[in-house]
């Protein structure tokens, strides 16, 4: 029995059912996979025994390299959750913002405390409000063209070969 054919019959665990189904969300998100196809594919590889069965799920899917069973992901458990809030920097900046922000109005409560607040002009909003307003500008373009790039994706290519 050639080496392929033992391994189709080899129990699947479930990282291995964890692994081909996130090949399929990344297939469903190229536009490789209908709606109906993610789902019944993703019921059918939970429900796998065996690598045979995985296969069958994804050989018409180009294939990517499998991350050997030692090894981690090159991406941090964390990295999928900040880019779904914006790129590391983005966030990066938000939090120094919001650190200076808070800072700054620590400052000024100190000091309208002290010398009276009628007397301590609200400087702190300048600080706040500048770097804030330019990072919502930046979030702003940056959530734009996605939805600009997402939609010249989806729309249908005159022409092509497709």
Known sequence: MPESERRD??????????????Q???GYAEGRLSTDELDT??????????YGELHTLTADLPQRPPTPAGETELLP????????MGPPWMLDAVRAWFIVSF?????WIV??????FEAVHPWWIWVAGGWGGTLM?????????????????????LGGND
Not at 9 to 22: H, I, M, S, T
Not at 77 to 84: H, K, L, Q, S, V
Not at 103 to 107: A, E, H, K, N, R
């Open 9 to 22: 019959l080899l129990r699947a665990g479930d990282r291995d059912r964890e692994q081909v189904a996130q």
């Open 24 to 26: 399929l969300r990344d």
């Open 41 to 50: 594919r993703l019921q059918k590889a939970y429900s796998a025994t065996t």
């Open 77 to 84: 458990e964390n990295a999928r959750a900040e880019t779904a």
């Open 103 to 107: 800072l700054s109005f620590g400052v």
């Open 111 to 116: 000091l309208g405390l002290d010398q009276g």
């Open 137 to 157: 500008i930046v979030q702003s373009v940056r959530h734009r063209k996605g939805r600009r790039r997402l939609a010249d994706d989806s729309a249908p290519q």
